[in-house]
């Protein structure tokens, strides 16, 4: 039986995003602290469309906004781990990295009663020991890697990836991934920021952006019996009006095509049961 699942997923990152690449002055807070208000938008449109989705909650927001998270913790969706202070565990040491999971996973506990089950690292770039270490500390599942679309997959553990030489794939382990893009992503389409090195110009048509994620589900939906797309955004971007306008349009044509909303443990645990993890 055909089954087209969707991942409505949310990085809650209010300021810490800011705050990790030194961006402490008021205006990019102030930056952040719209995702508060954003949240508060999502979490009605999710309700009025009996939405189930996952949201990945740094520590810092967790600790920075307990109510706004309680929020989503008591309408019914799942609290996913972002990290702690939203710094890239590429750039940690392993120690750091370690420190962080651990530290961030008590304050999820502390409002959900469980620890996370799903990881996203913050900005998607995971280090030589983050599979190693989701694995230690129980993980399930983990949504920052891009190897595949639509078909979610066992993380492997021990490349070793060498410029001058080919490269050789370690072992897969029973950590799920479920796949990301930057395409699916709302931040580099909609954000513009200027730093000293960099601008990201963002700032596109949202009506041409939700044209692309419409497509990616056609698609999905034309080339497969199953599978399942994930869409990631953050609520201090998706949540400007005519953002919020194109995400509701977004859900409802999904939904008039036959989309399975689902929290995103929940798609992990189909995935699982129609691939088990062999040892």
């Known amino acids: 039986m055909a089954k087209h699942i969707v991942c409505i997923t949310f990085d809650f990152d209010a300021m810490s995003g800011w705050i990790a690449r030194g961006m402490t002055t008021p205006t990019p807070v ?3 602290e719209f995702g508060v208000i954003g949240a508060a938008r999502i979490l009605a449109l999710l309700k009025d469309h009996g939405i189930p989705a996952t ?6 927001t967790l600790e920075t906004y307990p109510k706004a998270c309680e929020r989503v913790f008591e309408a019914g969706h799942e609290i996913g781990h972002h990290g702690w202070t939203h710094v890239p565990p590429a750039s ?16 999820i506990k502390k409002l959900t009663g469980r620890r996370a089950r799903g990881y996203r690292s913050p900005s998607w770039d995971l280090s030589p020991h983050s599979v190693e270490l989701l694995l230690e500390h129980g993980f399930y599942y983990e949504s920052s890697m891009m190897g595949n679309d639509t078909t979610p997959y066992r993380v492997r553990l021990g490349d070793r990836i060498e410029l001058q030489k080919p490269a050789v794939f370690g072992k897969e382990s029973r950590l799920i991934e479920m796949p990301i893009s930057w395409s699916l992503d709302d931040y580099p389409h909609f954000e513009f920021v200027r730093t000293q090195n960099a601008v990201l110009p963002g700032l596109m048509n949202a009506g041409s952006v939700l044209a692309n994620w419409i497509d990616d589900f056609l698609y999905m939906k034309r080339e497969t019996d199953w599978g399942v797309i994930t869409y990631t955004f953050h609520p201090f971007v998706i949540g400007r009006g005519h953002r919020m306008m194109a995400l509701e349009r977004l859900v409802e044509r999904l939904a008039a095509e036959g989309a399975e909303f689902m929290r995103m443990e929940t798609a992990a645990e189909l995935f699982d049961k129609r691939a088990p993890f062999k040892t």
């Open 55 to 60: 949201w990945f909650i740094p520590g810092h």
């Open 30 to 32: 102030s930056r952040g």
């Open 92 to 107: 940690l040491s392993r120690e750091q990295e370690e420190a962080e999971l651990v530290r961030a996973n008590e304050q």
